[in-house]
Nanobody
Framework: QVQLVESGGGLVQPGGSLRLSCAAS?????MGWYRQAPGKQRELAAT???????NYADSVKGRFTISRDNAKNTVYLQMNSLKPEDTAVYYC?????????WGQGTQVTVSS
C-alpha cells in the first residue's frame, strides 16, 4: 500500500495563496487533490498523470495549478486567489490501476 504524506495547509485571507505538497512512497500514475467542505461530498480539485496531463474542477480553473516531480514522487497544488468557498479538508489522491490511496487530509481555511 502506497503511503502519502501531505503538507502545506493552513489559514489564509481571501485573495491569498497556499501551496500543498504530497509525497508518495513509490511511483504513481495519477496523483491529485480532492477536497471536502463541511456538510458536502468530497469533490475533485485537480489531478495530474505522470505524463503531465491535468484535469481541474471548473471552480478552480485559472486559480489553482497542479504539478508534479516524478523523480520525487511528489505532487503540488499551488492555490492562488483563494476564496472562502475554497475552505475544506484537502486530500491527496494516488491511483495506479487497480489501486487508489488517500492521504490523511490537510485543512485549508480561507477567512478574514
Amino acid at each position: 500500500q502506497v503511503q502519502l504524506v501531505e503538507s502545506g495547509g493552513g489559514l489564509v485571507q481571501p485573495g491569498g495563496s497556499l501551496r500543498l505538497s504530497c509525497a508518495a512512497s513509490r511511483s504513481i500514475y495519477t496523483m491529485g487533490w480532492y477536497r471536502q467542505a463541511p456538510g458536502k461530498q468530497r469533490e475533485l480539485a485537480a489531478t495530474i498523470t505522470n505524463g503531465g496531463n491535468t484535469n481541474y474542477a471548473d471552480s478552480v480553473k485559472g486559480r489553482f495549478t497542479i504539478s508534479r516531480d516524478n523523480a520525487k514522487n511528489t505532487v503540488y497544488l499551488q492555490m492562488n486567489s483563494l476564496k472562502p468557498e475554497d475552505t475544506a479538508v484537502y486530500y491527496c489522491y494516488a491511483f495506479t490501476y487497480p489501486n487508489a490511496a488517500w492521504g490523511q487530509g490537510t485543512q485549508v481555511t480561507v477567512s478574514s
